[in-house]
């Protein structure tokens, strides 16, 4: 059984650990991860424990650290962004076309420009992807290896923090999407009709096969 002079040590331990895991992260230009917030600190440090106790301390308060794929970073709580936004805004507007990239990106990684083409069903200009790296969404992230050895690209964790996101595990699935309003309804036929259809595209391709078997037997006629 720890005695009440022990718990009372463990307890200004972890409370030195905290402190030194906040000036570290305080003091960080960008956002660090766990492994580099311990070799800041030292030995002896529970960067976890210490982390996992600053952000139950600064649960509520005007700024919280926050992880974001996998890098540890102070940020001014969600709730007073109306407070702290700029009354002349610059909103960064993208096309539809790197809207669409950035999503294929996002939901596809490592994905090449060809791959991309090949989803959206139309070419993908290079300035659609210097516009992603310009706003520092995307990275090249090595190179297939197929003949030619294309490019790959895939979202960074400066996107994961633009969208609030902690990984990309939080992306909204299909349920989501359809729910918030932001995926085309789909079209469902009825039954009977859905039946009509396949009875057209069977005849179909009945006809097609009886055409062949004439020009087939057109074919041998001729030979003899």
Do not use: C
């Not at 509520?60 to 805004?89: C, M, S």
């Not at 959206?120 to 992230?141: C, F």
């Not at 259809?197 to 097609?208: G, N, R, T, Y």
Request: avoid cysteine; proline fraction near 5%; charged fraction near 30%.
């Amino acid at each position: 059984m720890t005695s009440a002079p022990q718990q009372g040590i463990a307890a200004d331990v972890m409370d030195e650990a905290a402190r030194i895991v906040e000036a570290i992260l305080f003091a960080a230009e960008e956002p660090l991860s766990v492994a580099a917030i311990a070799a800041h600190a030292g030995e002896g440090i529970d960067v976890r424990a210490a982390l996992k106790a600053l952000v139950e301390d600064y649960a509520g308060r005007g700024i919280e650290p926050v992880e974001r794929g996998g890098r540890w970073h102070f940020q001014t709580a969600p709730d007073l962004a109306h407070v702290l936004r700029r009354e002349r805004e610059e909103p960064r507007r993208l096309s539809r076309a790197a809207v669409e990239t950035l999503a294929i990106i996002a939901y596809h990684e490592p994905v090449s420009r060809a791959e991309i083409e090949a989803v959206r069903g139309v070419q993908t200009s290079k300035g659609t992807i210097d516009v992603l790296m310009e706003a520092g969404w995307i990275r090249p992230a090595g190179r297939r290896e197929v003949p030619g050895r294309p490019i790959v690209y895939a979202t960074t964790a400066d996107f994961l923090d633009h969208f609030g996101l902690a990984n990309r595990r939080d992306l909204p699935g299909i349920d989501d999407l359809a729910a918030a309003g932001l995926l085309d309804p789909v079209e469902v036929l009825p039954e009977r009709e859905m039946d009509d259809l396949e009875e057209a595209e069977e005849a179909d391709e009945s006809d097609v096969e009886e055409a062949e078997d004439v020009d087939n037997v057109e074919s041998i006629d001729d030979r003899h």
